[in-house]
């Protein structure tokens, strides 16, 4: 819902357009690495849920440039399996990675028999593609493990993806403290290419007013970040399993979530309705803008009101520091007051 005045442009989200979404599950391994361009993950394997401001912390921290810097966000916050979007028809261009290919996207699809009670062996493809061979599935409530190796492909369009969200992140957070949106996407390396139509082109109070509008900077920049938000939006996948039985053999089979990407954007979109204030740390060497306080609240709570750091050692880092400025002024102080007149 835009809202115009002659001076500047207002910018509103209506909390009642939307609602909130479930946590989207993620694949989190206890290997990742890049091999010869490839994200390869490895070892013991598990479906989780991101730590919560995963899209305030360690994304916007992230090394998106390089495959070694990828591989380590991946390993941190889980693995993404996603293909490039169709950035040209979302009127969008990356200066920094273009591929000319695109694909539809296909969930992971898990597969396995059972050798003994509650454990499977399975196998595993995304849509046409195996993405690994022969692996050891533990399932669990609301959960499973696995042990494998998963090729989750080249490293760019993975970067691709998660620089995506991490522009539509910085667009929020421009938007919530009164700076430029638009500059989020272009330090990013996206640019916008929009066709400016005005369907109705019959002369009207306001027109002038709403020309420009249409074709601002502003206005395409929240062109991006809605088609970006429906794209990632529409992979959500909700875990789904459904065992077979004949006899004294049982078949498994399930969808998994496959994209890091996607979950991320459910977080940032249930941050933006819940409608929770963005804060920056008070930590004179972090500035990390949050939302909730890590570290501090009891197992499984949150702090979200009455804090001014991003995490308790930032709140500690901070204290040491003044209380060291303090310990200096006073020894500076004493000196003074014993110094010969």
């Known amino acids: 819902m835009l809202q115009t005045r002659s001076d500047r442009t207002h910018v509103t989200i209506d909390p009642a357009s939307s609602q909130l979404v479930p946590e989207a599950r993620i694949i989190k391994a206890e290997?990742?690495?890049?091999?010869?361009?490839?994200?390869?993950?490895?070892?013991?394997?598990?479906?989780?849920?991101?730590?919560?401001?995963?899209?305030?912390?360690?994304?916007?921290?992230?090394?998106?440039?390089?495959?070694?810097?990828?591989?380590?966000?991946?390993?941190?916050?889980?693995?993404?399996?996603?293909?490039?979007?169709?950035?040209?028809?979302?009127?969008?261009?990356?200066?920094?990675?273009?591929?000319?290919?695109?694909?539809?996207?296909?969930p992971l699809i898990v597969e396995g028999f059972t050798i003994e009670r509650n454990l499977l062996v399975a196998?595993?493809?995304?849509?046409?593609?195996?993405?690994m061979q022969a692996a050891t599935v533990v399932p669990k409530v609301d959960s499973f493990d696995l042990d494998c190796t998963i090729s989750c492909g080249p490293w760019q369009p993975i970067a691709q993806r998660l620089r995506l969200v991490r522009a539509a992140v910085n667009h929020y957070i421009a938007h919530r403290e009164g700076a430029e949106a638009p500059a989020a996407w272009t330090a990013e390396g996206f640019e916008a290419h929009f066709t400016h139509v005005?369907?109705?082109?019959?002369?009207?109070?306001?027109q002038v007013e709403l020309n420009e509008?249409?074709?601002?900077?502003?206005?395409?920049?929240?062109?991006?970040?809605?088609?970006?938000?429906?794209?990632?939006?529409?992979?959500?996948l909700p875990p789904f399993e459904v065992w077979l039985a004949r006899g004294q053999s049982s078949l498994w089979l399930g969808a998994f979530p496959h994209s890091v990407s996607t979950s991320l954007m459910v977080q940032l979109h249930n941050l933006i309705v819940d409608g929770l204030e963005?804060?920056?740390?008070?930590?004179?060497?972090?500035?990390?803008?949050?939302?909730?306080?890590?570290?501090r609240a009891e197992k499984g709570q949150l702090r979200t009101s009455g804090v001014i750091y991003c995490d308790a050692a930032c709140a500690n880092a901070q204290r040491q520091r003044e209380y060291r400025r303090r310990t200096r002024q006073r020894a500076t102080d004493t000196a003074g007051e014993t110094r010969p007149g």
């Open 31 to 106: 290997h990742v690495s890049c091999e010869d361009g490839l994200i390869v993950a490895s070892g013991l394997t598990a479906s989780t849920t991101l730590a919560p401001d995963t899209v305030l912390h360690e994304l916007r921290d992230a090394d998106l440039g390089t495959g070694n810097g990828v591989a380590e966000v991946l390993s941190q916050i889980g693995l993404d399996m996603g293909v490039p979007l169709d950035l040209p028809s979302l009127g969008l261009v990356d200066r920094a990675w273009n591929s000319e290919e695109t694909a539809d996207v296909a």
């Open 278 to 295: 963005i804060r920056r740390c008070a930590n004179e060497t972090c500035h990390r803008p949050f939302a909730h306080q890590r570290g």
């Open 123 to 131: 196998v595993a493809s995304c849509g046409r593609s195996t993405r």
């Open 198 to 206: 005005i369907f109705d082109p019959t002369p009207a109070r306001g």
């Open 213 to 236: 509008l249409n074709g601002s900077a502003e206005a395409d920049s929240w062109r991006i970040f809605v088609a970006i938000h429906a794209c990632l939006l529409r992979e959500y």
